[in-house]
């Protein structure tokens, strides 16, 4: 079993690395690539030491599996050359989660959508990642009509740049400086709150990460139908995305029941007894592998309606660690081995 | 015309003072009123300085109007006193908003319900204040059935205190030093989103902050059945509170014919053009009296609703700008005399 990771020096690329090693993902051989000017570089692998590696047609052989976090451009070229050479590619970014050939999974929900897979499986978008983990037993419990959600998204899921950006902000205000030019973000997000996740693309009026969870949360939960408004907006934490979600569901469930849902359900800690502080928060879930959720009660403007707060780990369960389940399950069912292409 | 203002050396209270100079409100003598222990204090008035008084029964007398901003406990006990004693007394806090007969008044919307005032106004909750400018023209228009609401709600509304405590916090986050244990708010405030704003009261599952938003949105829209869920987070920002609002309106709305209404509306600045970066931000909204509204768009899962991000300066509009709105239309409509009870 050789398993490559690719974008192994980013932020989510190190956080499989180190899930991988939590979890004691059985591998005879782990491959760090990463861009040329990483190439050489070591990186710490318990009481041994990997070495990165760059991108080639030789490199890219013999794998078994192949997880990818380094970014859309990269996945387009090289994630098919990986399935080609006989590798089954579990990609975190969004080039190919909409593909209908793609199976777009989160091992909670949707395991299933593993059969059959071409070499490819996608991994979600973090924010949809989250809340689709919360809602899969409400789902099959009640069925699910319509969602509105608005989301507190931390800097990590940007990348470095980001978290030293809104440190750097951070700082300038404490200390009574003048604050350095936004680069990464346009506006100022130390002590803010930006309406604007990713790209307003070709006019459109939802910015790219909205688009992400609209269609993503439809593909994972099997239903077209599924009404969904999302506004996703940029807070200043650093890991840990929190989302306020309103639920309409399609039978009647009460807070109650869907807390006993949730309780009983994989992947999901129910924190809720708002009377004595107790919700989940993002500084609570950065580190976790459960998605966090609270504040569930009856949207008193609508009786088949309710309310959630869902709180995760946008660079373990949002990203790496359900990278690292997909990749665990593709192993246990028997998945991994196929005969390359042509 | 004698004006007192109570609670003025707090974040609001100090805020009217500078509202009031600012929009050269005309009074012959303007008394600050606080606590015992700030009593002999000095503030700045222009060119000259006004002495922080106590209250008492004496101190209370001749005045015609009293700006309150200190506390449902103080208004409890002073405002009927002030009021008895022939001034009108705009209070800022909860403790008579939802009385049958004082009005809650915010200038732009309901400036009508003054009439016929028994002595006491009300001035609405923060985050319900900006949003019920931001749906008066969409309410007149089209109607309005239903609202969901999530809240991105700054520390300064707290007071002085949770502005240290977010700075406190911050500062040892980014001097990699141990956190203070938090005392104004239960959990971490910097870099972090708690989606608690007050109190749980009684067992109740939604928040002080929560009910206040969903009650008083109707008394000020004149709504009984109108529909509202809210939730209200507090995340870490100094000043400006911003809003994700969802508005299911009775009528069609476009949100071009949105955007034309709300750009004509008074009290209103729409900033919407996402593609270019701009939309409204806290920090743009601090030190500003208008309500800035963007990401105006229709919501793809229900054809009669919309998306709007409200955001406000929670001190001034949302509390010192309002208070001083209504004096002025007191004045102006000659609601101002009243002969003192009995």
Redesign the interface.
């Known amino acids: 079993m050789r398993v490559a990771v690719v974008g192994a020096t980013g932020a989510v690329g190190s956080t499989i690395l180190g899930v991988m090693r939590e979890r004691s993902f059985a591998a005879d051989e782990v491959v760090p690539f990463a861009s040329e000017r990483s190439a050489g570089r070591r990186i710490d692998w318990g009481e041994t030491e990997l070495e990165v590696r760059a991108l080639g047609e030789e490199a890219i052989q013999g794998f078994d599996l192949a997880l990818f976090s380094a970014g859309s451009h990269t996945s387009e070229e090289w994630v098919p050359r990986f399935a080609a050479a006989g590798a089954v590619a579990v990609d975190n970014s969004s080039f190919w989660r909409m593909s209908d050939d793609v199976p777009l999974v989160v091992s909670e929900v949707n395991p299933g959508a593993l059969d059959g897979h071409k070499g490819i499986v996608a991994n979600p978008n973090c924010s949809t990642m989250q809340m689709v983990v919360a809602l899969k037993p409400i789902l099959d419990a009640a069925g699910i009509e319509?969602?509105?959600v608005?989301t507190?998204q931390s800097v990590s899921g940007t990348g470095q740049r980001a978290v030293e950006e809104l440190?750097d902000q951070?700082?300038a205000?404490?200390e009574a400086k003048e604050l350095p030019a936004p680069a990464v973000y346009?506006?100022?997000i130390a002590?803010?709150?930006?309406?604007?996740v990713e790209t307003?693309k070709d006019?459109d009026?939802?910015?790219t990460e909205e688009r992400k969870m609209?269609a993503e949360t439809r593909k994972i939960l099997g239903s077209d139908e599924l009404?969904?408004?999302a506004?996703c907006?940029r807070?200043?934490?650093?890991t840990g995305h929190?989302e306020?979600v309103?639920v309409q569901t399609r039978d009647p469930l009460s807070?109650e029941e869907c807390r006993k849902l949730l309780s009983a359900a994989p992947g999901i800690r129910v924190i809720d007894d708002?009377?004595n502080?107790l919700?989940?928060?993002?500084?609570d879930a950065a580190g976790q592998d459960d998605v966090l959720v609270?504040?569930?009660?009856?949207?008193?403007?609508?009786d088949r309606?309710l309310?959630l707060?869902v709180v995760g780990d946008n660079l373990r369960k949002g990203a790496a660690t359900n990278a690292v389940q997909v990749a665990e399950l593709l192993k246990v069912r028997g998945l991994l081995r196929r005969a390359p292409a042509n």
Chains 1, 2 share one sequence.
Request: aromatic fraction near 12%; charge should be positive.
């Open positions: 319509r969602l509105v608005s507190y440190h951070a700082q205000v404490i346009p506006h100022q002590f803010n709150a930006l309406p604007q307003f006019g009026d939802y910015t609209m009404g969904i408004s506004t907006v807070i200043p934490v650093y929190s306020s309103n807070p708002p009377g502080g919700y989940p928060t993002a500084v609270g504040r569930i009660r009856r949207d008193p403007s609508h309606c309310n707060w």
